[in-house]
């Protein structure tokens, strides 16, 4: 598949603070990419590049081989849907989705048929004639999708679309988007804080920090094969542990060796181990290498959240069986759920 | 207690109302007495149209009004878009200096701009008259049109000046198609406010007016210096009639364009909840 955008070296800075730091990232076509990060990281900024609504200090834009760092933003082919919808409150929904095609000065008919489409196409037919500011955040939230896409831009940007709506109506939302883009074909770039959602809708997930990214790639590896700690940490909860490479698969944490499937650092390394709290197995059994007493039980629905305090470490653990509080417990972890991860810098 | 305020409150609008209320009873006396009523009559509003001199004040005090508060309307809402893109301190500043007129003593604003005036009169031949009093009404209404229009800006849904150009509109497009009619409730109330403070000044218009641009309120002035004549009870009733309708017509747009505001935001409450 071919790339239809391309961020180059990208810097900016605003009022000598960095703000992006050489972000470098190919989209491909008909991808759902998802920036992911905490708030402050620079991922709506380099949503705002792509738009166009921002200008890199340095690098460059590249959509489909032509250099746009320059462009101004109505001169591209992506359209935005923004954070809080930016809806024209003077204008009633039908003319809302058609602003697009009304600038672009297609006949009347052609405008007609299009937005009918649209509305369709986000289940807002018959709302037409309805005045944007008595519609619900959901209503509102598809009004600005079919505002950008009747445009047939080759990308749409999402900046935080769902975030002013309730749990239920954004879960909803999240599979209405996929469908969109599915049926639809186009690349969309979607920014978000929050991972669950990420994981949930995306093909690529880009985590970043700090106006630097982290870790490109599929949800499941990110999950799975977490870079660094910071990422492991971000998406879903995880323990994060001190630990030393003895030699290749082997690693000592809080005492005691452990068999492992990491390789490749130098020996007697310090490292982060990563253990996600699902992988962990709490026995009856006190005697193990390492165990604890159960501190606190928290129902969470699926499963309990415990905290276990060892001798050196308070691990967080889900499962779906709770000892008593206040019991002693051993703490078991296969050589599978370990994640050897280098320090991070600073 | 709440008896008490009603008291006080009926007492402050007695205060301010009685004498009105008496000028207009006064305006419909058949004899000139100012203190014995005699009988109803329509004479001094007949005989108010056929005096000239106020007829022509009148005229000089529209036109001015309505050219002052046009080209203020234009001028205050380009400053308000200018100010509105400045950032934190500039922006304080420029409202700051923007209030500094209309806290000002209009008589120091009237005299400072006559010895202005005074000072080109005698270098480029500029004479008073039309020219100087539109000066002069143009600088006092500009601050009230700001202040109009700016709070429109902080009120205005946010990114949809980016939205249009990300429609495709050029930037001076996408400012005419969406943002002007997001600040036009601001844009009028200004204006009108602009045209009702031209209509009635004195203060400044006394120091800036001409022999041949003598606006309504001066004419008045000079009317009651050589006798009061219930002409001028018929006049002021008119002028007062007028303003009131303005301002309740200004009250009733603000309410509505208020009202539609609140209704989004009930809705937005909803959606956070």
């Given at each position: 598949m071919e790339n239809v955008i391309s961020l180059n070296d990208i810097v900016v800075s605003f009022d000598g603070e960095t703000v992006l730091n050489n972000i470098n990232l190919d989209i491909k076509d008909k991808e759902f990419v998802t920036l992911l990060g905490p708030s402050g990281c620079g991922k709506t900024t380099t949503l705002r590049i792509i738009g166009g609504f921002i200008q890199p200090d340095s690098g460059e834009v590249i959509f489909e081989n032509k250099n746009i760092t320059k462009l101004p933003p109505y001169r591209r082919n992506v359209n935005t849907v923004f954070q809080k919808y930016a809806?024209?409150?003077?204008?009633?929904v039908f003319e809302n989705v058609a602003f697009g095609l009304r600038v672009r000065k297609l006949p009347e008919k052609e405008i007609n048929k299009a937005v009918a489409e649209m509305l369709e196409l986000v289940n807002?037919?018959?709302?037409?004639?309805?005045?944007?500011?008595?519609?619900s955040g959901g209503q509102q939230q598809r009004v600005a999708i079919a505002r950008a896409l009747v445009n047939k831009p080759k990308v749409l940007l999402l900046d935080?679309?769902?975030?002013?709506?309730?749990l239920k109506l954004r879960k909803e939302m999240q599979t209405e988007l996929k469908r969109i883009q599915q049926s639809l074909e186009i690349t969309f770039i979607y920014v978000t804080h929050d991972q669950e959602e990420a994981l949930t809708m995306s093909d690529t997930v880009v985590v970043m920090k700090d106006g630097s990214i982290q870790q490109i790639g599929r949800p499941v590896d990110i999950y799975n094969e977490p870079q660094n700690a910071f990422v492991a940490d971000f998406i879903g909860e995880s323990n994060i542990i001190d630990g030393i490479m003895?030699?290749?698969r082997l690693v000592a944490i809080c005492g005691h060796e452990f068999e492992c499937v990491d390789s490749g650092f130098d020996e007697k390394q310090p490292v982060d181990v990563v253990i996600r709290p699902e992988d962990i197995t709490l026995t009856a059994n006190a005697d193990e290498k390492i165990h604890g007493v159960v501190r606190s039980v928290t129902f969470k629905g699926v499963h309990y959240e415990m905290v276990v305090d060892s001798s050196d470490f308070s691990w967080l653990v889900h499962s779906t069986k709770a000892p008593e509080v206040g019991s002693e417990v051993g703490i078991l972890f296969g050589p599978d759920d370990i994640h050897i991860m280098n320090k991070m810098k600073g | 207690m709440k008896k008490l305020s009603k008291l006080y409150v009926s007492l402050v609008l007695l205060f301010l109302y009685v004498p009105i209320f008496v000028m207009i009873v006064f305006s419909f006396n058949?004899?000139?007495?100012?203190?014995v009523l005699s009988g109803f009559t329509l004479e001094w509003y007949a005989k108010l149209f056929e005096n000239e001199l106020i007829l022509k004040s009148l005229g000089n005090t529209i036109i001015i009004a309505v050219c002052a508060s046009i080209i203020s309307t234009l001028l205050g809402t380009l400053a308000a878009i200018g100010i509105s893109r400045m950032g934190k301190f500039g922006k304080a500043t420029v409202l700051g200096i923007n209030n500094i007129p209309i806290i000002n003593p209009e008589i120091v604003t009237g005299v400072s701009l006559m010895l202005l005036f005074v000072f080109f009169k005698a270098r480029m031949?500029?004479?008073?008259?039309f020219t100087t009093l539109l000066i002069a009404h143009i600088t006092f209404d500009v601050p009230y049109v700001v202040l109009n229009v700016m709070p429109k800006f902080r009120q205005m849904t946010p990114h949809i000046y980016e939205a249009a150009q990300d429609l495709g509109c050029g930037p001076f497009k996408s400012f005419i198609k969406v943002v002007l009619p997001e600040i036009m409730p601001g844009i009028i109330s200004g204006f009108l406010m602009a045209f009702t403070f031209s209509l009635d000044d004195f203060v400044i218009s006394y120091f800036t007016s001409g022999p041949t641009s003598q606006t309504l309120p001066i004419t008045i002035y000079s009317m009651t210096r050589r006798k009061v004549s219930p002409e001028i009870n018929a006049l002021s009733t008119i002028i007062f009639v007028v303003v009131v309708i303005v301002l309740v017509v200004k009250n009733i747009m603000e309410r509505r364009s208020l009202n539609v505001k609140k209704y989004a935001d009930d809705d937005s409450a909803e959606i956070i909840e």
């Open positions: 809806l024209f409150p003077h204008l009633n807002l037919k018959g709302f037409e004639e309805r005045n944007v500011q008595n519609l935080e679309p769902l975030g002013a709506l309730d003895l030699k290749d | 058949t004899t000139k007495s100012r203190s031949s500029m004479e008073f008259g």
